[in-house]
């Protein structure tokens, strides 16, 4: 069954920018290929009213949280954001302008969240961090 086209698309982007998934890939790699993206990428970082890093006590330690802001405004809706990556690669860096642009489309705040990281951290692992974040943003 051939890809939908909008999967090939990102597909080739991802390609493009050196983060293939290829039969030898590793988590490492693939890490290592996420960060160089995001670091040789030339877009402008897009400017949202406040960004916090925070910690939040998780089930394992502290979780590490990024808050964007789109205004000032005290009472806003919370857009929890479980960064992509299969529970394996990914994080706060890699997804840093999609969160600006969600905070600033949505009018919302966004908390994204870095989660511990398979293989490292066995399922549920991850997932357990993200269901804490979501308990306390509520």
């Known amino acids: 069954m051939p890809l939908h086209p909008a999967a090939q698309v990102l597909v080739k982007m991802l390609d493009d920018a050196g983060v293939g998934f290829y ?12 960060n160089g993206a995001i670091a040789n990428r030339a877009v402008p970082v897009h400017e949202v009213h406040a960004v916090e890093d925070c910690v939040v006590p998780g089930p394992a330690g502290s979780i590490p949280v990024r808050l964007y802001r789109p205004s000032a405004e005290a009472s806003l809706p919370i857009l929890v954001w479980c960064h992509g ?10 997804h840093d302008h999609l969160c600006r642009l969600l905070c600033d489309a949505a ?3 966004v908390v994204s969240i870095d989660y511990r990281l398979a293989p490292e951290t066995k399922f549920p692992g991850a997932a357990d961090d993200c269901v804490v974040i979501v308990g306390v943003s509520r």
């Open 85 to 94: 990556g299969g529970w394996v690669t990914g994080s706060l860096e890699t």
């Open 107 to 109: 009018g919302a705040i």
């Open 23 to 34: 039969p030898d890939s590793t988590p490492e790699s693939m890490r290592a290929a996420m």
